[in-house]
């Protein structure tokens, strides 16, 4: 069992940490079990979105903010517990795109929104298999992608006020960015997970999905305005 290992300073943390390059197919079963959770994630979430009231947004997103931080404590003291959270903020992350998903079915149709989220799959998909196929160090990647997640939200705020940005233009941003984050968090999966454990992995792959297939689904429903 070859292990390529390198101590490394991890500049988010400022902590000395351990960079495991682990041979493809002993990860596996972890992808396998990241993907087998995000999936039934996303089934969850679906009867969230069926469900979720016109006023649920503002509730879901607080619910979300509090059980990404509940999961985050929970994970490594419980993982059941850790994984029944999970699915709670996926069926809350439906009521707080809920309301949004039935304007765009209204505008555009049920059929765009089916594309956009096959666009997304097909997307995730992609990038996985780049992270496995080739040599990439997830922390540069994830450090980059968080910046530039920074600068995204900022410059997001700013544009409410000076309008400086078109819808269209910070869709365009955003895919790139949680495209960026979707490779860094698929190659520390590649990478033997970095410690985390499957649950903690698989809210970082379902939240990179869930903003890359509202990004697309922006992006979708402008180009048939325009159209």
């Known amino acids: 069992m070859n292990y390529d290992v390198n101590r490394q300073i991890d500049p988010r943390t400022g902590t ?19 993907l087998g959770i995000t999936s039934a994630g996303f089934l969850v979430t679906a009867f969230g979105v069926a469900s979720a009231p016109e006023w649920g947004s503002t509730v879901g997103f607080i619910a979300v903010l509090g059980l ?15 994984l029944g959270l999970f699915f709670a903020l996926t069926y809350f992350m439906g009521w707080e795109i809920g309301p949004l998903i039935h304007h765009y079915i209204r505008a ?78 698929f190659a520390r999966i590649r990478a033997g997970g970095n410690g985390q454990p499957a649950v903690s992995l698989a809210l970082s792959i379902y939240l990179d999905a869930v903003n890359i297939f509202l990004a697309v689904l922006q992006l979708m429903a402008g180009g048939r305005r325009r159209n």
Request: proline share 3%.
């Open 108 to 185: 555009i149709g049920i059929d765009m929104v089916f594309q956009a989220a096959a666009t997304t799959g097909v997307g995730m998909a992609a990038m996985g298999l780049v992270a496995y196929l080739f040599s990439i160090d997830y922390r540069k990647v994830l450090g980059l992608g968080f910046a530039a997640l920074i600068v995204l939200v900022l410059a997001g705020i700013l544009s409410i006020f000076f309008h400086f940005m078109q819808p269209s233009t910070y869709s365009w941003l955003t895919l790139g960015v949680f495209t960026l984050l979707t490779v860094g968090d």
């Open 16 to 34: 000395w940490s351990t960079t495991i390059d682990v041979p493809r197919e002993e990860t596996v079963p972890l992808l396998a079990k990241v």
């Open 68 to 82: 990404i931080f509940a999961i985050n404590t929970a994970r490594r003291r419980n993982a059941g517990l850790a």
